[in-house]
């Protein structure tokens, strides 16, 4: 059971262009869904935790208008990289959780964005 | 704020060979604890947790982990590894109360060898 699933898992794309990314919850329902970003040989750095039906709350120096979030239902979050540029290239991992508190973060795999 | 140090960046043991990797945090306050590891090619998944309680956690595949509250540590073991314990170990914590934000240390590579 928890599993999450992350599409699309690779994403190839010229400058300017905006991307979405798409976070499912398949077997349970998350309340709380977060969204990392992980640089080559470092750790995962969150940028947002997003809760259904309300607005994301962003990290410190994470550009809400660059990344929009949206957590629109139980199971289902997206984000959108607005304006994609090379250094937005990254490995952009979301997680979901099934309860506000005290619930493990279940992954999703992953999305390589690759920003021409 | 709180911080996670994991101070073994890449480890290669032989099979059979005992693991210890290290894990500290920096935190006044309560705190969850948390080790994933990630397989290559694979997703992030949880191994084993802290929440309270006996202070030495068991989780999947043979791993413990031993929480020391005065070291602010959170050391993952296992006794004897196999090949197919190679991976990512990533340590991570979040304050008690605080919602479920994870804070990540930057993980270990290890490798096991035949």
């Known amino acids: 059971g928890a599993v999450v699933s992350q599409h699309p898992s690779r994403v190839i794309c010229k400058s300017g262009t905006s991307v979405k990314i798409e976070c499912r919850s398949l077997?349970?329902?998350?309340?709380?869904m977060f969204w990392y970003r992980q640089f080559p040989k470092q750790s995962l750095m969150l940028m947002a935790t997003?809760?259904?039906?309300?607005?994301?709350?962003?990290e410190q120096g994470v550009e809400k208008d660059k990344f929009l979030i949206n957590h629109a239902s139980l199971t289902l979050s997206t984000l959108t990289v607005t304006s994609a540029h090379p250094e937005d290239s990254s490995f952009y991992i979301c997680s979901a959780s099934q309860d506000r508190s005290n619930q493990p973060q279940h992954f999703g795999d992953g999305t390589r964005l690759s920003i021409l | 704020a709180q911080s996670v140090s994991q101070h073994n960046h890449h480890v290669i043991l032989s099979e059979a060979a005992s693991l210890e990797l290290g894990c500290n945090y920096s935190?006044?306050?309560?705190?969850?604890l948390f080790w994933y590891v990630q397989y290559p090619g694979q997703h992030l998944q949880l191994l084993l947790k802290y929440f309270s309680g006996d202070p030495l956690v068991k989780g999947i595949k043979g791993f413990e982990a031993e929480f020391i509250k005065s070291k602010f540590s959170f050391n993952l073991r296992k006794p004897s590894v196999q090949w197919s314990d190679t991976a990512e170990y990533f340590c991570?914590?979040?304050?008690?109360?605080?919602?479920?934000?994870?804070?990540f240390g930057t993980g270990t590579q290890l490798k096991v060898e035949l």
């Open positions: 997003s809760n259904e039906g309300s607005k994301a709350t962003y």
């Open positions: 935190y006044g306050g309560t705190v969850n």
């Open positions: 991570a914590v979040n304050a008690a109360g605080g919602g479920n934000k994870l804070t």
């Open positions: 077997d349970f329902q998350a309340t709380t």
